[in-house]
């Protein structure tokens, strides 16, 4: 190999890039339906679930649930 010394082997630059279309394929599931879970659309894709984590992360997307805490009562809207 060219630029290499002889007996040593060529070093990676770190993590490979991930594919454009994983991220095309996580954002389009999400669009479709927004309460799918991340190891749903892992399974669906066929992708890692930490590389749909990434995509999600990327594009700060928060998962969130809605919860009620408080309640109105009858005597809270009385004239």
Sequence with gaps: M???LPGQHAM???RPVMQFENEDEVLRELRLDPS???R??????G???????R?????????YHVQR???LLPG????
């Design 36 to 38: 799918i879970s991340q």
């Design 40 to 45: 749903q659309i892992s399974s669906n894709i």
């Design 76 to 79: 809270d809207y009385e004239p």
């Design 55 to 63: 995509v999600i992360n990327r594009k700060k997307y928060h998962a």
């Design 12 to 14: 990676r630059a770190g």
């Design 47 to 53: 992708i890692p679930r930490s590389t749909v984590q």
């Design 69 to 71: 805490v408080q309640a």
């Design 2 to 4: 060219e630029g290499v």
